[in-house]
């Protein structure tokens, strides 16, 4: 194998490549990036059994072959080749990667070694334009669950029927975001790994250009470019979000999401580390108060607000707040409660593609 690369588009292809390289792992081959040559490309493959990134890259071709290097070596050395011309063949000891007068060599595994990746997906499928899946994607994945106490919550509910709609949450938050879909052969729903949809929104654009996303066999494929990502789906059921929105409320309160995020960022400065970093709400009249309170030092502030309904104080996780006021869009924003132990509610004032619902803490204070 032998080929001749730009070294940025090499070490960026590598870069994307192996974020689906395993970390842990006793099979050395799940850290290594696949490199196959043929014709004018280079082609890579990684994967770590879950998700699989494979990424073309054009080159001069010299001998075409095939073979599995570790992929974060490969990414480090060549970072630093970004502003060389390389070339990249095989030999005794194992991959050498030529730049100027100089040489540096990495050990190697067989290709024969590395998992087959279907690339063949392609039963159901919806089209959605790429700006629309990347906002979708950012409004809801960081309500996905962190831990592995309940696996499927790692995972972002995908719905489309007549527009596709997304939910994720980790038990104390939920978020949900809708977007149109331009086309589809079967109404369905899947349940999607963040980390992949983290990736998938990494290669999308922003813009109006159409992308079509495969599902079939507890397997997802999209595609865009010279870049394709196929992830296994999660099995199991999902938390019905009917069973967790409330369907009224006794208090709606509509401020600037500007001047409330603000506040919020200044209160929480002194709760930072605090065990349930925690912000109090103060809900009445024709103002809003936040307030926090620590060893530290304590905040208290008033914005303008409008109130309807009953007055209340309630406490939350800041961060959630703030995750929450910051995936909204609008100049105005709607937090909507039923008391100060009920979950409780944030959306754009006009534009309700997207919300937000938050679990309360008890604040002792």
């Known amino acids: 194998m032998k080929f001749v690369c730009d070294g940025l588009s090499l070490s960026e292809a590598v870069t994307k490549t192996s974020k689906a390289?395993?970390?842990?792992?006793?099979?050395?081959?799940?850290?290594?990036?696949?490199?196959?040559?043929?014709?004018?490309?280079?082609?890579?493959?990684?994967?770590?059994?879950?998700l699989s990134i494979r990424k073309t890259v054009k080159a001069e071709v010299f001998e075409e072959g095939e073979i599995c290097v570790t992929g974060k070596l490969l990414s480090d050395l060549l970072g630093k080749l970004s502003e060389e011309e390389v070339t990249v063949k095989t030999g005794d000891r194992g991959?050498?990667?030529?730049?100027?007068?100089?040489?540096?060599?990495l050990q190697t595994l067989p290709a024969e070694e590395f998992p087959k990746i279907?690339?063949?997906i392609g039963e159901n499928y919806f089209v959605i334009k790429q700006g629309a899946l990347k906002k979708i994607i950012a409004e809801t994945v960081f309500c996905c669950a962190q831990d592995d106490s309940r696996p499927i919550l790692k995972g972002c509910l995908f719905e489309f029927?007549?527009?596709?709609?997304?939910?994720?949450?980790?038990?104390?938050?939920?978020?949900?975001?809708?977007?149109?879909?331009?086309?589809?052969?079967?109404?369905?729903?899947?349940?999607?790994?963040?980390?992949?949809?983290v990736e998938i929104s990494r290669m999308l654009?922003?813009?109006?250009?159409?992308?079509?996303?495969?599902?079939?066999?507890?397997?997802?494929?999209?595609?865009?470019?010279?870049?394709?990502?196929?992830?296994?789906l999660y099995r199991g059921e999902f938390i019905r979000k009917e069973s967790v929105l409330?369907?009224?409320?006794?208090?709606?309160?509509?401020?600037?999401?500007?001047?409330l995020i603000s506040s919020a960022e200044r209160a929480a400065i002194l709760i930072r580390g605090d065990k349930?970093?925690?912000?109090?709400?103060?809900i009445g009249g024709e103002s809003l108060k936040i307030r926090s309170v620590s060893d530290a030092g304590n905040?208290?502030?008033s914005i303008p607000a409008r109130t309807a309904g009953k007055d209340l104080t309630i406490s939350m996780n800041a961060k959630y707040l703030l995750d929450a006021l910051r995936a909204l869009e609008e100049e105005e924003c709607v937090l909507s409660f039923n008391g100060a132990i009920s979950p409780f509610i944030l959306q754009n004032k006009e534009k309700k593609d997207s919300l937000y619902l938050i679990l309360p803490v008890r604040n002792a204070q």
């Open 161 to 197: 029927k007549e527009k596709l709609e997304a939910t994720a949450l980790d038990g104390y938050r939920l978020a949900l975001s809708s977007a149109e879909i331009l086309s589809g052969n079967e109404e369905q729903s899947i349940i999607c790994p963040a980390r992949t949809l």
């Open 95 to 105: 991959l050498e990667i030529c730049y100027r007068d100089s040489s540096s060599f």
């Open 299 to 301: 905040v208290y502030e």
């Open 21 to 50: 390289c395993a970390i842990r792992t006793t099979a050395p081959i799940m850290e290594c990036v696949k490199i196959s040559v043929k014709s004018d490309e280079v082609v890579l493959l990684a994967t770590d059994g879950e």
């Open 118 to 120: 279907d690339l063949e």
């Open 246 to 259: 409330p369907p009224s409320f006794l208090t709606e309160v509509t401020v600037n999401r500007a001047q």
């Open 205 to 232: 654009g922003e813009d109006d250009e159409e992308i079509t996303v495969y599902t079939q066999g507890g397997n997802l494929l999209v595609g865009t470019g010279n870049m394709t990502i196929v992830s296994r």
């Open 276 to 282: 349930n970093n925690l912000v109090t709400l103060e």
